[in-house]
Structures are given as structure tokens and as C-alpha cells.
């Protein structure tokens, strides 16, 4: 007798081509031409050109034993995940797509997409984290972040270390022996390394390759993973996976939306880091709805169009706002004056951003003098927009941070926060120079 599932050798025709060509006569295709087609298949949606928004809960299986092989998959009975599509809170074609599409900018084997960064970074960690478990984190992190980890990882026996964002092998080192002891002491493992690079808002950036020494060297590379958030700088200006991070995270809100109008988020990676995730991604939800995926999928067509244009932008409008005399400093990748910062920067970035710091001479009534002023940029949170944006995190962003931390991070309340968009360049720097003289 036959098993019932042995018989379904034909699957249901997808949107999506089997082995989609990353290739043409040798020549491995880039990451912006593959953005216009990669994963979708018009043929398979009327010839619609762009994938339809698939607003459907459920899909209908071809026949019972396709049913149940699909659930197969979904359980993790049948290794390599769902043949086919089953229910919207698994996964959707336009998700599907969006993953496809996300995992070509890292050079990752697979990708998940949530409803927020947050969501991403939260059911990433609960995926891989059990009572007795310790994670390590560079510091300072994004700030929902880092309270998940201290305020509710904790409250399931989870306990953490940091380091700061700047640290040397030899450091780095030194916390990754203290955590291996801890999680010994608590009967647990060293479940991750956690790392954000650049730091907001300092911008100090992590040296992932020592990381990965580092954790190659004491912990069990096939135990810990080592996950960044690379929303500051990717997916364009850097690939830590390349560097020796297991799992790259992003806001989608940010730099891959871009314009400023969706919330969503993703990790990606090789398969095996990837599938605890999607597993509980499945029990939990949290995975983008179709619209947000389709409007992604819109996104990522100019995504290195945006943020090349963002990126030439702020380099001259911080080569305006450097020698001007009521600014008192700045933190932007383009003019780093630490040489670790910037060998790391060398070995690991291939663009300075657009997102950076400005000093404004004298306190918080000076940098909220030069915000009331601006006339293009506008006043919010947020980054990585088709639109300037500015704000001041100490009174804002990190208003709850506590004073003493606050300071040993340099979060100054003369400290204003810049995200370039694509306006043209000299409007901005007419901007921000008349909202100098205002002050
Ligand atoms: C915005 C942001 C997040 C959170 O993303 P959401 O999409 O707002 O949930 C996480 N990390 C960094 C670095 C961010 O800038």
C-alpha cells in the first residue's frame, strides 16, 4: 500500500516559478534587477504584471492527500517547510514574494517578513530563548528592544550581558566567557548574540568579524547565533552576514518601506536559523498582511535608487553643517575621527547612511530653536523616508532613559537626530542654514 500523500507528485501550480533564474549565461544578476521579477510569475496571475494583492484567509487544497502533506510541512513532519499555501497567518503569495525578494540583499538563504521590526526581533528571540538562557547584546540597542529583553525575557529566567557597541576582540572575549559561565550557573545555554550596529544615536558602529571570532572560539557556533539589526544601514550600505552574522533583522519601516507610510519587519538567513522562527511565527502571527507586502514589493524596485540619493545628500549637507560656527559636532559615518570605528567602518560598510547626529552649540532650547525653524525637514521619529526628518532624542526618543545612562551614551539635549531623504540637496542645506541663523 501506498501512503495517500505519494500520489499528489504533480503540486498545484504557483505563482511562483519553481527555480526562479538568478542567473543569465553565467552572469549572476544584481539585486536591483532582480527586484523587478524575482519569485512571481505573470502567468500564473492572468499576465497581471504586478502581483495581485492576494486578500484571501485561507487557500483551497487541490485535493485531501495535498492537504495533508501541506500540514506536513507546516508541523516540521516533512522536513524544508510548506509545499503549498494553507492559511493566511502561515504565509500568502505576496509574502512569499517579499521574502523571496528580501533574502537576495543579504546573500541569505531564506527571510521571514512580520508586521513591525519589533515583531521580527520579538518572536526571533522567544524563538530561540529557554528559561536559564543568557544573551549577550551590544549597547546601546533600539530602545523597545533592548526593554523586551530586560523587562520581559526576564520575567521567563532569561538574563542578558552587554557590551558597548565599540568593543575590541579582547573585550568582546571577556563577555562571552562571563555569559558562558552565567548560563552554566543557571543551567541554560548562551541562546544568542545580539547586536545593533550603528547605535542609535551614537552611529558607533560593531566590529561583527571579531564577534564571530569571538563566539567561534567560546560558544558552539551551532548553538548561538549571532543576529544583527542592520535597519541603520542595509540593506545597501551593509551586509553583515558577509562579516560573519548568522541572522541579519530589519524595520522595513524604515530605509526597504521608505516612505514612510507602512510598519513591517524582517530577519533573514540560512534555512536551519530561519525555520524555529517560522515555526512559532505560525503558532504566534505576526507575519505582514498582503497589502504591506505588496506595497514592500513596490518599495524594494527603488530601494537603491532612495537611499544613493539619501546618501549623496547627507554627505553635503554634512559637509555644509561640519565647519558651521553654531554647530558643535557631528556623528556621521562619512567623517569618523576614531580609528577603530573607522577600520571597522572600512572592513564592514560600503556607504555612510543618512541618518546621523548634529551638536548645536548651547543646550535644549538652541536644538529646539533649530527644529521650530525647519521648514522642509520635518519634525518626527522615524528614518530611512523619502522625506528629511529631524528630532532630538533626548527629549523624544530617549526621553525615559535615565540621566546617568543618557550621558555615558553622549545623548546630549543639544543633540539633533537627521534622517536625509531625496529632497534636492541644496534646498536642504538652505534649510538647515536658515534655521541656524535662527537660532
Ligand atoms: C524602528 C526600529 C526598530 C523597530 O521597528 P518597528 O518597525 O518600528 O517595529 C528596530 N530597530 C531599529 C534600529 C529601528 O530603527
Known amino acids: 500500500m501506498t501512503d495517500a500523500t505519494d500520489a499528489v507528485d504533480t503540486p498545484t501550480p504557483r505563482r511562483k516559478p519553481k527555480a526562479a533564474a538568478k542567473t543569465i549565461g553565467g552572469r549572476e544578476l544584481k539585486p536591483s534587477t532582480l527586484m523587478m521579477g524575482h519569485g512571481y510569475d505573470p502567468v500564473l496571475s492572468e499576465g497581471s504584471l504586478k502581483a495581485p494583492i492576494f486578500l484571501t484567509s485561507t487557500f483551497a487544497f487541490e485535493n485531501s492527500a495535498a492537504g495533508k502533506r501541506h500540514f506536513e510541512g507546516i508541523t516540521g513532519k516533512r522536513p524544508g517547510g510548506a509545499e503549498g499555501l494553507v492559511y493566511s497567518r502561515f504565509n500568502g503569495p505576496n509574502q512569499e514574494i517579499l521574502e523571496d525578494r528580501l533574502s537576495i540583499w543579504d546573500g541569505a538563504e531564506d527571510a521571514l517578513c512580520f508586521s513591525s521590526g519589533m515583531t521580527a526581533i520579538t518572536v526571533m528571540l522567544l524563538a530561540f530563548c529557554s528559561h536559564g538562557d543568557v544573551i549577550v547584546h551590544s549597547g546601546p540597542l533600539y530602545a523597545a528592544t533592548e ?40 543551567g541554560g ?10 547605535a542609535n544615536p551614537t552611529n558607533a558602529l560593531v566590529d561583527v568579524e571579531a564577534v564571530k571570532a569571538s563566539r567561534d572560539a567560546i560558544l558552539d557556533a551551532d548553538v548561538t547565533p549571532i543576529a544583527i539589526d542592520n535597519t541603520f544601514l542595509g540593506p545597501l550600505w551593509a551586509r553583515p552576514l558577509d562579516q560573519g552574522a548568522d541572522i541579519v533583522v530589519y524595520s522595513l519601516t524604515k530605509y526597504v518601506g521608505g516612505h514612510s507610510d507602512l510598519v513591517a519587519g524582517s530577519i533573514a538567513g540560512a534555512k536551519k536559523w530561519m525555520d524555529p522562527v517560522r515555526a512559532l511565527r505560525n503558532t504566534m502571527g505576526g507575519i505582514a498582511d498582503p497589502n504591506t507586502a505588496w506595497m514592500l514589493l513596490r518599495s524594494l524596485e527603488t ?30 559615518l562619512g567623517m569618523i575621527d576614531d580609528p ?28 529646539f530653536r533649530f527644529l521650530d525653524n525647519l521648514k522642509i525637514a520635518k519634525l518626527a521619529v522615524s528614518l530611512g523616508g523619502t522625506e528629511t526628518l529631524a528630532s532630538c532624542p533626548a527629549a523624544m526618543t530617549h526621553l525615559s532613559v535615565p540621566d546617568e545612562r543618557k550621558a555615558q551614551l553622549g545623548i546630549t539635549p543639544n543633540l539633533v537626530r537627521i534622517s536625509i531623504g531625496i529632497e534636492d540637496p541644496d534646498d536642504l542645506i538652505a534649510d538647515f542654514e536658515q534655521a541656524l541663523a535662527a537660532v
Open 340 to 367: 577603530r570605528q573607522q577600520d571597522i567602518y572600512n572592513r564592514h560598510c560600503t556607504g555612510a547612511g543618512s541618518t546621523f547626529s548634529v551638536f548645536i552649540k548651547g543646550g535644549e532650547a538652541e536644538a
Open 303 to 332: 530601494v537603491e535608487l532612495r537611499m544613493e540619493r539619501a546618501g549623496r545628500n547627507a554627505e553635503k549637507v554634512c559637509a555644509f553643517l561640519k565647519d558651521h560656527p553654531k554647530v558643535d559636532g557631528l556623528g556621521y
Open 147 to 186: 526593554g523586551f529583553i530586560a523587562k520581559v525575557l526576564s520575567k521567563f529566567g532569561v538574563t542578558y550581558i552587554d557590551f558597548a557597541a565599540g568593543a575590541t576582540r579582547a573585550e568582546i572575549d571577556a563577555v562571552l566567557e562571563r555569559a558562558k559561565a552565567q548560563a552554566a550557573a543557571q
Open 189 to 198: 545555554k548562551v541562546a544568542m548574540v545580539y547586536l545593533e550596529s550603528p
